[in-house]
């Protein structure tokens, strides 16, 4: 049974950093792809963040390319976002999400309705200006 649980969010400044940590039972992380979504008030919830289980290279949106770092620690079965230089635009619900179909990241991020097979019950983040 796949489990994903989100955890390091909260409420930071404007220009600061957070560190999402999404931790995974059930399955080998390895052979998922992997992605952060999210979704703020009133908007459809987007792909900001993917790793492929092929080659292993993130992808990012063009709204947080060059702030967000996307990572994993396959031995002990968690997914980081590292986000930094935070603004307020970024305050949202953050979703860790995993599939095991071959992904292309390329076309994941920036997309509003992806789907993927499992998700977290999500985490918020606020961003005051």
């Known amino acids: 049974q796949v489990q994903l649980v989100e955890s390091g969010g909260g409420l930071v400044q404007a220009g600061g950093s957070l560190r999402l940590s999404c931790t995974a039972s059930g399955f080998i992380l390895d052979a998922y792809a992997v992605a952060w979504f999210r979704q703020a008030p009133g908007k459809e919830r987007e792909a900001v963040s993917c790793?492929?289980?092929?080659?292993?290279?993130?992808a990012y949106s063009d709204s947080v390319k060059g702030r967000f770092t996307i990572s994993k620690d396959n031995t002990k079965n968690v997914v980081y976002l590292e986000m930094n230089s935070l603004k307020p635009e970024d305050t949202a619900v953050y979703y860790c999400a995993v599939d095991p179909s071959p992904m292309d990241c390329s076309l994941v991020v920036g997309v509003v309705g992806a789907d993927f097979g499992s998700w977290g019950q999500g985490i918020q983040v606020t961003v005051s200006s």
């Open positions: 790793i492929s289980q092929i080659d292993s290279t993130p």
